[in-house]
């Protein structure tokens, strides 16, 4: 079966980059413009499902069952306005049991599939990892959005991330980078200049930078909501609207753009 869904696997190994931010925001974002949006956390930490506020997670609620058992997508929760798949600090259990079950890697993508005409875009955040739920997730992928800091560690990141995807494209020869994407950027910085510099030369398609504005970022955050929810007419807000653009336009999908 054909998934009529866009799936788009945020991803990074390493933690700090932004992906949590991303999906939460850019879906957000995507559902305003009035696409139907399925996002999916599965990271054991369960930043995302926490930072939207919601509690009471079992085990059966997360994509564990879909992992280890080939079960279908469970019913999603509701928040602002979008369908989650929430997390639980039990999918770690899950790593060790994929590897022990044929096909396991490939579930996820399936699944998908299954409730490919329920939405437009599907976003999954993935864990900061190269173990078997960042497979998972990858493999579940149609592209990859990769999130990259514009600092040292950013580009101390780019070879195991490249070394990732090519061994998730010796299974899935389809698989590609959507868009690369600046975070954290301080104009200001020579240093983020540099590592900007550097990776408009390695890196493409690149979006435009996402600045750091970090007070607005944190504080929506501890509040549970987003940006666009938390602080619409600010200068993060047109961020968020600007990187939205961006991934709309390189997965073709339709977005009012900057001013929605």
Known sequence: MVSAVKTLTVFNHAGGAGKTSLTLNVGYELA????????????????????????????????????????????????????????????????????????????????????????D??????????????????LAAD???????????GLDALPGLQGALTEYREVRPDLTVALYVPTFYDARRRHDQEVLADLKAHLSPLARPVPQREAVWLDSTAQGAPVSEYAPGTPVH??????TADIAAAIGVAYPGENA
């Open 32 to 119: 305003r413009g009035g696409l139907r949006v399925l996002l999916l956390d599965l990271d054991p930490q369960a930043n995302l499902t926490g930072w939207l506020g919601i509690s009471g997670v079992t085990r059966e609620m997360t994509v564990y069952p879909v992992a280890v058992d080939g079960q279908p997508l469970p019913s999603p929760v509701k928040a602002f306005g979008l369908d989650v798949i929430p997390a639980h600090v039990s999918l770690a259990v899950a790593e060790g049991q994929m590897m022990g079950r044929v096909g396991a890697q490939g579930r996820l993508r399936r699944a998908l599939a299954e409730v490919s005409g329920d939405y």
């Open 143 to 153: 592209q990859m959005i990769v999130p990259v800091p514009t600092r040292q560690k």
């Open 121 to 138: 875009v599907a976003l999954i955040d993935s864990p900061p990892s190269l173990g078997q739920l960042a497979i998972l997730a990858a």
């Open 238 to 243: 047109a961020d968020v609207q600007r990187l």
